[in-house]
């Protein structure tokens, strides 16, 4: 099958991210001349870090405020707290929240040390405070080896909303270097699923390298399945794949 989604291939990840950073200021700008905020859906992992950089650079030298933005991050670890340096609550204020003028108040991510038992009540409430800001306006996204968005992992329904997840061993594999062991990785997290990543209004996925070319071919041009998540992007109606040449480079057009 051949992708309809459109496919954005850039020279490479600056010039890709400049152009992803040039619509999310467009949108955060708009908004705030009428007076509306802009909600984010932010990832982590490395590849939106180039992203990020731009980012605080526009908020550094163009003028680009974050007081209007709100955040959610699609995921966070089971097990860690918000000061554990492989956190994604650590890696996104390392990464960003530190260097803009967001409000704290305005930045959302699961908890990492919710107790079994309140698990289903803190993912409805991450869902409620979605929706009670009035949805994502624009979601960041990057794509798994297993093909997961968010932590997604192969076998997740389309409709899935915010829930814990088990990682699957490929994806606990790929974040053992920066955990210092595989045992030392989490086995579970909590993730917005496919179907809360779904109704943002508008997603960009973004995938740098050739370590990143099978999955993005798959995601294109396989099946939509829930063996690949980011398949069911094919469904969306303002999705776009944004991809340097190396993850580009295995896709037939
Ligand atoms: C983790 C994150 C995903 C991210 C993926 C890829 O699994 N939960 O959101 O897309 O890593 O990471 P990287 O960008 O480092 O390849």
């Not at 050739?210 to 099946?223: F, R, T």
């Amino acid at each position: 099958m051949i992708a309809t989604t459109p496919v954005i291939v850039f020279s490479s990840c600056t010039d890709a991210c400049r152009h992803v950073a040039a619509e999310i200021s467009q949108l955060i700008r708009e908004r705030e001349t009428l007076g509306l905020p802009t909600v984010l859906g932010l990832a982590t992992g490395g590849t939106p870090i180039p992203l990020y950089q731009e980012l605080i650079r526009l908020h550094r030298e163009e003028g680009l405020s974050f007081r209007n933005v709100t955040t959610f991050n699609l995921d966070e670890y089971l097990g860690l707290d918000r000061d554990h340096p492989e956190s994604y609550w650590s890696f996104m204020h390392r990464n960003l929240f530190d260097h803009v003028d967001i409000l704290p108040s305005n930045v959302h991510l699961p908890s990492g040390i919710v107790s079994p038992s309140e698990i289903p009540a803190h993912c409805q409430a991450y869902e409620d405070a979605i929706a009670s800001a009035g949805g994502i306006d624009f979601q960041i996204l990057g794509i798994g080896r297993t093909g997961h968005i968010g932590f997604n992992e192969p076998g997740t329904p389309a409709d899935a909303r915010t829930q814990k997840i088990h990682l699957d061993p490929i994806t606990r594999q790929d974040a053992a270097p920066s955990f210092g062991g595989l045992d030392k990785v989490p086995t579970e997290a909590i993730t917005m699923g496919c179907g809360t990543i779904l109704d943002a209004r508008r997603i960009a996925l973004l995938a740098w390298g050739d370590k990143k070319a099978s999955i993005v071919k798959a995601a294109l041009e396989g099946p939509i399945t829930n063996e690949v998540s980011a398949s069911f992007l094919r469904n969306h109606p303002n999705a776009t794949f944004i991809l340097d040449a190396e993850a580009a480079s295995s896709l037939s057009q």
